[in-house]
């Protein structure tokens, strides 16, 4: 099992920039794959950026220029720095992880880009 904890959405205006948090837990040295969706209001959940089982990176490209994802094994931490931010950016953002064949999801952490 593993346990996934998103924080760090908010309110912020546009252009302005955010940094969300995932912390793992459980049978952490089991994932191989870990990244970041979002769901707006009506869509489908999309990925955004994300780490391949090689640790190379992969982003959407919507996401790309803007969007900077890291990790920080120490803390087994994914982040997902957001800059330039605009308001179709606004959803539901969550964290994912594969582990084991088996597909992992945090609760979401809102993101809403709003003057």
């Known amino acids: 099992q593993v346990l996934l904890v998103e924080s760090g959405g908010g309110l912020v205006q546009p252009g302005g920039s955010l940094r969300l948090s995932c912390a793992a837990s459980?049978?952490?040295?089991?994932?191989?794959?870990m990244g970041w969706f979002r769901q707006a209001p009506g869509k489908q959940r999309e990925l955004v950026a994300g780490?391949?089982?090689?640790?190379?990176?992969n982003y959407a490209d919507s996401a790309k220029g803007r969007f900077t994802i890291s990790r920080d094994n120490a803390k087994n931490t994914v982040y997902l720095q957001m800059n330039i931010l605009k308001p179709e950016d606004t959803a539901v953002y969550y964290c994912n992880a594969i582990a084991l064949r088996h597909v992992y999801w945090g609760q979401g952490t809102q993101v809403t880009v709003s003057s």
């Open positions: 459980g049978s952490i040295f089991s994932i191989s794959i």
């Open positions: 780490f391949n089982s090689d640790g190379s990176r």
